[in-house]
């Protein structure tokens, strides 16, 4: 089911929509919880964000839900881990995107390989690849010259067809 169509029905407070959301996008959020807030919190961190999304959708979501899921279990995680505190605190002080994203642009993420993106970085030179995955999970500032130069090395990757792009 296309994640706009998702989106809508839970704006129209369709509980089984949330319900398919979190079948969808459920277990990525979970790993990605668990990698930044840790194993203890992170099904509690999942249940907030789908929480949060359920409550208020127009505030909380788009139709790019896959796209907020993941940002708010982000944003949700660090608060948590940064704070001590537990999900249902942090998320008091969470604020929602105020862009959403162009329905009209392509998503790029869901055009992307991530097989061949993971091979990718793990190829890129010296710890680049370390630094991307540790600036995206784990919120880390990094060295900003050194960040700009791995996704230059991915952009150019995806541009030149060494990255291939995810079968549609």
Same mark, same amino acid.
């Given at each position: 089911? +296309?994640r706009?169509?998702?989106?809508?029905?839970i704006?129209?407070?369709?509980? #089984?929509?949330?319900?398919?959301?979190?079948?969808?996008y459920?277990?990525?959020? *979970?790993? #990605?919880?668990? *990698?930044?807030?840790?194993?203890?919190?992170?099904d509690?961190?999942?249940?907030?964000?789908?929480?949060?999304?359920w409550?208020? %959708?127009e505030?909380?979501?788009?139709?790019a839900?896959d796209?907020?899921?993941?940002r708010?279990?982000?944003?949700?995680?660090?608060?948590?881990?940064?704070?001590?505190?537990?999900?249902?605190?942090?998320?008091?002080e969470?604020?929602?995107?105020?862009?959403?994203?162009?329905?009209?642009? %392509?998503?790029?993420?869901d055009?992307?390989?991530?097989?061949?993106l993971?091979?990718?970085?793990?190829?890129? +030179?010296?710890?680049q690849?370390?630094?991307?995955?540790?600036?995206w999970?784990?919120?880390? +500032?990094?060295?900003?010259?050194?960040l700009?130069?791995?996704?230059?090395?991915?952009?150019d990757?995806?541009?030149?067809?060494?990255?291939?792009?995810?079968?549609?």
């Open positions: 089911m +296309p706009d169509d998702l989106f809508q029905r704006v129209d407070g369709d509980e #089984l929509a949330l319900r398919d959301a979190f079948r969808a459920g277990a990525v959020a *979970r790993d #990605l919880a668990r *990698r930044i807030a840790g194993l203890a919190v992170a509690e961190v999942v249940e907030e964000v789908f929480l949060l999304i409550s208020e %959708p505030r909380w979501a788009s139709a839900l796209v907020h899921v993941l708010i279990t982000r944003d949700l995680s660090l608060a948590v881990r940064r704070r001590g505190v537990r999900p249902g605190l942090a998320s008091v969470l604020e929602p995107f105020p862009i959403a994203p162009d329905a009209a642009l %392509p998503d790029i993420v055009e992307i390989n991530h097989e061949a993971q091979r990718h970085m793990l190829r890129l +030179p010296g710890d690849g370390r630094w991307l995955e540790d600036a999970f784990e919120g880390r +500032p990094a060295h900003e010259q050194a700009g130069s791995a996704l230059n090395t991915l952009v990757a995806m541009a030149s067809g060494r990255l291939d792009r995810a079968d549609t």
